[in-house]
């Protein structure tokens, strides 16, 4: 062995590991490690404008591939800055490793510059949170973060490195690249699992989550076609499983369909896979109580530590996501086939096609034109708001990945994970559906997509105001607004000041051509739609509406 710098160790270790691309805004407390990433032939450095956009890049590069995306951002600010990224890969299951430079091993516990206790900061946040004081152990953390943050439920570690032990010379054995253990499918839980199925009338899967892959979505898709099981998605998981299939139901969360939860409601038999079955998707935990008296409860998930935490289960299966479905598809279980599949499939269908409504700017519209003229596989990248329920009601969701939504809630998250996406799969179009309070949050990331070339559409809905709390404060305080309004940039002059085309559209007939405009370029492309406050959801609430019922 020679001896390098820790810089140095934590870069080959990247490298061996397979990281292809970090996330950064650069401090000096970890100077030594960007200086070792120059001479790096293997990863792309991406240098983002806002610490947790740069923790929204790495977690939606994580749930795109399914390995640890990488961020690294500075002690202090930077951390606290990146800890959104960490909050929603957590809520998400998303594999993620964040690195953070540190104040000198020396000054600790002096409550020097930008000092933070970032173990005990982000332990409640993370899988894992620790320092590392030892060069010479770089390896050995690096190794157990990559495993630790891909084994059984996925999610973030958070790594802290004093900036002086980067720079002490060392010798240091390199560890292998880490492949997670699997999780087989017991064949006695299968076994169990048919025999529940010919015992029901009325089962249901909800699916998506931990470990969901291409893999995973092909052989249930398979496995559900084959025996009629209407499949349900998780919230914001609906690129988990085909869209077109005859037995996809649509999906949970804020404004499902009506016909979908009273079908959950009445099932004998529900099989979640994967999915933790978390407030948004069981409404708070009111449409499958923790208890679920007269229903059977069947729990698929990587991770023991999940089955029967929330839910009283009453066949826990630990195993991977890809595992349960190839072993479902192919167990000869002579099942007759269930008719509700094909019934929860139209009652989707008829809701997901959009009718038209008063707006001057119909949305559902809107999203309709998109379908027609975007290609099947773009990826649709979304932070939080009421204005993201017309994508999530109305878009059928392609290829996997095709949805890059935050389960945790978090604004601001759809433009940096456009970026991440655009850079991942450089052939395909991403789109960013942003309301103009999320993409205040973090617009500025405008400027990184101009810098690295993403080919990037976004869609701005602007109604004034922050949307989901304006619902909330009508339905609950009619007509007194506090705090929810807002005056806006003009958002299509800021896109043209970044570098990008730009129109503005106020009326449906003037989306049409506009969005046809905007796919004839490339790059930075930017529709400033400007909307009516007056309908704020989906699902047709309506100011006036919530007013008169008060």
């Known amino acids: 062995m020679t001896k390098r710098t820790g810089a140095q160790i934590l870069v080959d270790q990247l490298v061996i590991q397979g990281t292809e691309r970090i996330f950064t805004v650069p401090g000096e407390s970890f100077l030594s490690v960007l200086d070792a990433l120059h001479d790096c032939g293997t990863i792309q450095t991406v240098s983002t404008r806002q610490d947790g956009s740069a923790a929204f890049m790495a977690e939606a590069d994580g749930k795109m591939t399914g390995a640890p995306g990488i961020a690294f951002v500075t002690r202090g600010p930077g951390a606290t800055n990146a800890s959104i990224g960490v909050h929603t890969a957590m809520q998400d299951s998303t594999p993620m490793i964040l690195f953070i430079g540190d104040v000198a091993r020396d000054d600790r516990d002096r409550e020097g510059f930008q000092e933070v206790d970032f173990a005990a900061m982000f332990t409640p946040l993370a899988k894992w949170a620790a320092r590392i004081d030892n060069a010479a152990r770089i390896p050995e953390y690096v190794a157990r973060a990559f ?174 996501m890809d595992e349960f479905a190839e072993q479902a598809t192919l167990w000869d279980d002579d099942l007759l086939i269930f008719d509700a599949g094909k019934a929860a499939h139209q009652d989707y269908l008829d809701w997901s096609s959009p009718k038209p409504t008063a707006a001057k700017l119909d949305l559902g519209q809107c999203v309709a034109e998109m379908q027609q003229q975007l290609p099947a596989d773009a990826i649709i990248c979304n932070g939080a708001g009421n204005f993201s329920g017309w994508w999530h009601r109305y878009w059928k969701y392609g290829a996997f990945p095709s949805q890059l939504a935050p389960t945790s809630g978090a604004m601001g998250y759809g433009v940096p994970a456009s970026v991440a996406a655009s850079l991942r799969f450089p052939d395909r179009v991403s789109v960013v559906i942003a309301g103009d309070g999320d993409f205040m949050m973090n617009g500025q990331e405008l400027a990184t997509a101009i810098q690295y070339e993403a080919n990037l559409l976004v869609l701005v809905i602007d109604n004034g105001s922050f949307g989901t709390i304006r619902l909330h404060q009508e339905r609950e305080y009619p007509a007194r607004l506090s705090a929810t309004s807002l005056k806006n940039p003009d958002f299509a002059t800021l896109a043209r000041a970044y570098g990008g085309w730009s129109a503005t559209v106020e009326s449906t007939d003037d989306f049409a051509p506009a969005l046809s405009e905007a796919m004839k370029r490339k790059g930075l492309r930017l529709l400033h739609l400007k909307t009516d406050v007056e309908f704020l959801t989906a699902a047709g609430a309506t100011v006036s509406g919530l007013r008169s019922a008060d």
Request: with cysteine; net charge negative.
């Open 147 to 320: 495993d630790t943050a891909s084994s059984g439920r996925p999610g973030p570690v958070v790594l802290s490195l004093p900036e002086d032990m980067l720079r002490d010379e060392v010798e240091a054995l390199d560890r292998p690249k880490v492949i997670p253990p699997a999780q087989p499918l017991c064949p006695d839980a299968m076994m169990t699992l048919t025999d529940m199925l010919r015992d029901a009338t009325d089962p249901i899967a909800i699916i998506g989550g931990a470990g969901w892959s291409a893999k995973a979505r092909h052989y249930f898709a398979q496995y559900a076609e084959r025996i009629g099981l209407p499949v349900a998605v998780a919230f914001r998981r609906q690129d988990n499983f085909p869209n077109e299939s005859p037995v996809y139901a649509g999906n949970l969360g804020y404004g499902p369909n009506p016909k979908l939860t009273q079908r959950i409601k009445e099932a004998d038999l529900i099989i979640a896979v994967g999915a933790r079955l978390g407030e948004a998707t069981t409404d708070g935990y009111t449409l499958i109580t923790p208890d679920h008296p007269d229903q059977i409860l069947v729990h698929v998930h990587p991770d023991p530590d999940e089955l029967n935490h929330v839910y009283r289960t009453d066949l826990p299966i630990c195993a991977e």
